[in-house]
T-cell receptor
């Protein structure tokens, strides 16, 4: 079955601390994975995708096929990073995104 | 940047009535639009894929006669919740995928909150 799992509903860290939001997927093919972010009262927006291998707002995510994971990391969290983060899988490049349950990141001052 | 709008942003209706939600891509053309549903404190669940000029494809468990989708132009898709009932109350979000991106790139609307009394 195709599935995306984000085990943490809430992750609370202090400003300046490292952050890792976990994402595991279940997919038999070659996965196309994304991280989306939703700031308070704003729409969902793309943060990064694994194929571009880029760093956005200091966040990176590496696809680990062996562990079927795509964890999102940032070495030093900022208060403005507080938001809901969703990991998503695009199976067979169909665009029919399968979202994880989401993780709320709370960065405390 | 690419912007997707939804109208209305929220709607309250009586049980048994129908509600239409519009999704527009404001500055780009989209052959494909997607409709998601989000219950409180839950993730987004894909309901259907809307393709311009053809019938929508629905995900398993989504009633096509209940949720009518029309994608009449490259910038507009509509979702009509027919004979709405309280259990249809939810947050409905659309996304639009620009031409030639094959769904890889999606821009999301702000969502429409539906409350059925």
């Amino acid at each position: 079955a195709q599935r995306v799992t984000q085990p943490e509903k809430l992750l609370s860290v202090f400003k300046g601390a490292p952050v890792e939001l976990k994402c595991n997927y279940s997919y038999s093919g070659s996965p196309e994975l994304f991280w989306y972010v939703q700031y308070s009262r704003q729409r969902l927006q793309l943060l990064l995708r694994h194929i571009s291998r880029e760093s956005i707002k200091g966040f990176t995510a590496d696809l680990n096929k062996g562990e079927t994971s795509f964890h999102l990391k940032k070495p030093f969290a900022q208060e403005e990073d507080s938001a809901m983060y969703y990991c998503a899988l695009n199976p067979s490049n169909t665009g029919k995104l399968i979202f994880g349950q989401g993780t709320t990141l709370q960065v405390k001052p | 940047g690419a912007v997707v709008s939804q109208h209305p942003s929220w709607v309250i209706c009586k049980s048994g009535t129908s509600v239409k939600i519009e999704c527009r891509s404001l500055d780009f053309q989209a052959t494909t639009m997607f409709w998601y549903r989000q219950f409180p404190k839950q993730s987004l669940m894909l309901m259907a894929t809307s393709n311009e000029g053809s019938k929508a494809t629905y995900e398993q468990g989504v009633e096509k006669d209940k949720f009518l989708i029309n994608h009449a132009s490259l910038t507009l898709s509509t979702l009509t919740v027919t004979s709405a009932h309280p259990e249809d109350s939810s947050f409905y979000i659309c996304s639009a995928s620009p031409l030639a991106t094959a769904g890889e790139t999606q821009y999301f609307g702000p969502g429409t909150r539906l409350l059925v009394l």
